[in-house]
């Protein structure tokens, strides 16, 4: 099956930093999401993005289907930004396979 | 917006019990997914349905029944609880296939 894996497993930055996580995936896709997974294990959809760039405020985030791989990028990070971010990909029809997430840890 | 709601946020059941995790979507989505989430297994897809009364199997389905009576509802049984299946338990929408999906706020169950 498709394989998603995503770097890094951890980040601790400070309030108002900018980071960048990313998404390798084994094979093709028509459908990608980012997530980002809060306190209380919501999942929170973040971008649906099985190619080219989006941008939702402080976040944007760019899938290049053809070298298999996505970056989510996030500016002037704050706080509440803090939680795990998953990315994942349908596999056939139906199931999304998920990546192991990165732990973003932001600090006032 | 899209919404989806799930019965309980936290549940705490005894060994044998029967378990039903309820999960209802307010957007005429054609399907509906069960996935529960494990740390170092991550989110691992039990069942799920594209349409009223149909179902598939996902990767874990053994231990879980389902059923979708209504487009809206659909409920993920334990026919006999067991501590092996306290997990965090998420239901997911999405309109229609490969499309995007849309999660609830999860139920935490804890058998005893």
């Known amino acids: 099956g498709i394989q998603v894996e995503q770097s890094p497993p951890d980040l601790i930055l400070q309030e108002g930093a900018n980071s960048t996580l990313r998404c390798n995936f084994s094979d093709s896709v028509n459908n990608l999401q980012w997530f980002h997974q809060n306190p209380w294990g919501q999942l929170i959809n973040l971008f649906y993005i099985p190619s080219g760039t989006k941008q939702n405020g402080r976040l944007s985030a760019t899938t290049v289907a053809t070298e298999r791989y996505s970056l989510l990028y996030i500016s002037s990070s704050q706080t509440t930004d803090s939680g795990v971010y998953f990315c994942a990909l349908i596999q056939g029809a139906q199931k999304l396979v998920f990546g192991q997430g990165t732990r973003l840890t932001i600090n006032p | 917006d899209v919404k989806v709601t799930q019965s309980s946020r936290y549940l705490v059941k005894r060994t044998g019990e029967k378990v039903f995790l309820e999960c209802v979507q307010d957007?005429?989505?054609?399907?509906m997914f069960w996935y529960r989430q494990d740390p170092g297994l991550g989110l691992r897809l039990i069942y799920f349905?594209?349409?009223?009364?149909?179902?598939e199997k996902g990767d874990i389905p053994e231990g879980y029944s389902v059923s979708r009576e209504k487009k809206e509802r659909f409920s993920l049984i334990l026919e006999s609880a067991s501590t092996n299946q306290t997990s965090m338990y998420l239901c997911?929408?999405?309109?229609?296939?490969?499309?995007?999906?849309?999660f609830g706020p999860g139920t935490r169950l804890t058998v005893t």
């Open positions: 997911a929408s999405s309109p229609g296939l490969a499309s995007e999906q849309y």
């Open positions: 957007m005429d989505h054609e399907n």
């Open positions: 349905s594209y349409d009223v009364k149909m179902k």
